[in-house]
């Protein structure tokens, strides 16, 4: 398990140009999200976030423990800019951590996990449907900051955003991961002092308005 440490940001002409004199375009391919929960949204509006890219799971988790963000003490402006999500690759940890938000919905909540990634009998067993399936080209970019990259998204529903990510292994330091992503945010010359909208934050503003207002007042997104 590692922690995903990003930063959306708007690419205009001039920061693309700079991304192009400082880094190294090591790739542009074009993937497939869909994401998954109840027809209740229970996982989503417990910031749970699982999805299907190129035939792999993923669930993104929020890295708190009791409420409390781990690494939000004191956190700068530059911080809070920044997202910070648990991500869960391996699929029977992924039907188990699904299966604990269940249980605690439902009583009857035993399922039993399927064994393989491609029988996907599990989704509707544990209740999930698709809600979201979307296409988006990626150019990805290294920089001289080691373990930081930056990619610059376009979905096929028309909206552009860029990221500068960090992976944090397990255990690893989150710290110096927000330290290096708003280093690497100068250098791009990002001024904006606003949170930027992922895909899936406007993804759901566009097709399921209602859920997405209450995302916005459960202080999800
Ligand atoms: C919506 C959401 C999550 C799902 C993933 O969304 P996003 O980061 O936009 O996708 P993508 O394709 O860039 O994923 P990657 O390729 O980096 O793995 S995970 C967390 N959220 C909630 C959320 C939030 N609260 N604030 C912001 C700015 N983004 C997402």
């Known amino acids: 398990m590692s922690v995903e440490v990003e930063r959306k940001f708007v690419c205009n002409a001039d920061t693309l140009k700079t991304l192009e ?10 993937f497939r999200d869909q994401y998954f929960d109840t027809p209740e949204f229970d996982l989503t509006l417990r910031d749970m976030w699982l999805r299907k890219r ?8 929020p890295t708190t423990v009791n409420g409390t963000d781990e690494a939000s003490g004191g956190q700068s402006k530059a911080a809070a800019l920044c997202s910070r999500y648990r991500e869960i ?10 299966r604990e938000v269940m249980k605690d919905i439902r009583e009857d909540g035993e399922t039993e996990a399927s064994p393989s990634q491609e029988d996907e009998s599990w989704l509707s067993e544990m209740n999930l449907v698709r809600f979201a399936d979307f296409t988006t080209v990626r150019q990805s970019f290294t920089l001289e900051e080691k373990g930081v990259q930056i990619d610059l998204d376009q979905a096929d529903f028309g909206y552009q955003v860029g990221e500068i990510e960090v992976l944090v292994p397990d255990g690893g330091d ?6 290096k992503i708003e280093r690497m945010a100068g250098k791009l ?9 992922g895909k899936m934050n406007v993804y759901l503003q566009r097709n399921y308005p209602e859920h997405h207002a209450k995302l916005l007042r459960e202080h999800v997104l």
Do not use: F, H, M
């Not at 792999?56 to 988790?61: A, T």
């Not at 690759?89 to 699904?98: D, E, F, G, S, W």
């Not at 989150?174 to 330290?179: H, I, N, R």
């Not at 010359?189 to 909208?197: A, E, K, N, S, Y």
């Open 189 to 197: 010359g990002l001024t904006g002092d606003q949170r930027v909208d």
């Open 89 to 98: 690759t391996n699929l029977p940890k992924i039907q188990q951590r699904v």
């Open 174 to 179: 989150v710290q110096s991961a927000l330290e």
């Open 54 to 61: 190129k035939a792999c799971w993923e669930l993104k988790c």
């Open 21 to 30: 004199e400082i880094g190294v375009c090591v790739g542009r391919w074009e």
